[in-house]
């Protein structure tokens, strides 16, 4: 999960709420900074489906994590969360190793990951969205393990899933807005709210 703090004490939020009367401020005023935050990483990761994600693979890595983009606030602060598998590695970065846990395939602790080969029809799945279709063990080039389905008339094992011991991604800040973007997001929706109070609504 990554949680994005909607820091009150700091910059352009700070100096807009500084000026407000108390009534406009509070949890009200960070529920808003909050949503409005929200709805630009929600805008950001929808983007990034446009511009990344694969036709054909599956549904998008990045639309799951704009779905799962929450907000909570109280009179202390607004946050924005992200429950999403995957989306964390992809900011911070880090290596992946096999967990050990008991396979639903195989019955065997896990000691490899499995790799949707691009093109395949895995692309966007996992071995277990194949266990109706009897997967099996295959070698290829330079000591290679993939798992496969047998091709008709049963001489070649077509690869769909790369086997390997660990894999290393990179971090990629990218994948959300910058702190920047967030305040002016929160700062924009707050000024829209004091309007909104000046004239009545």
Known sequence: MINLSIDIQDGKISEFLDA???ALTGHDANEIAAEAAAEKTRDHLRALHGTRHRPGSGRSFYLRAADAVVTGATAD???VEIDHTGLA????????????????ITGKPIRHLAIPRQG???????????????????FGKKG?????????GGKRISALFWLVDSTHHEEDKTVLPTHAELADAAVDALSEYVEEVNRGL
């Open 20 to 22: 407000l009367p108390d």
């Open 89 to 104: 590695l992809r900011y911070y970065g880090g290596d992946v190793e096999p967990s050990g846990k008991i396979s639903l």
């Open 144 to 152: 290679t393990l993939y798992l496969g389905k047998r091709e008709s």
């Open 120 to 138: 395949s029809e895995a692309e966007g799945k996992t071995p277990y969205d194949f266990k109706n279709e009897n997967l099996e063990l295959g």
């Open 77 to 79: 602060e607004g946050k």
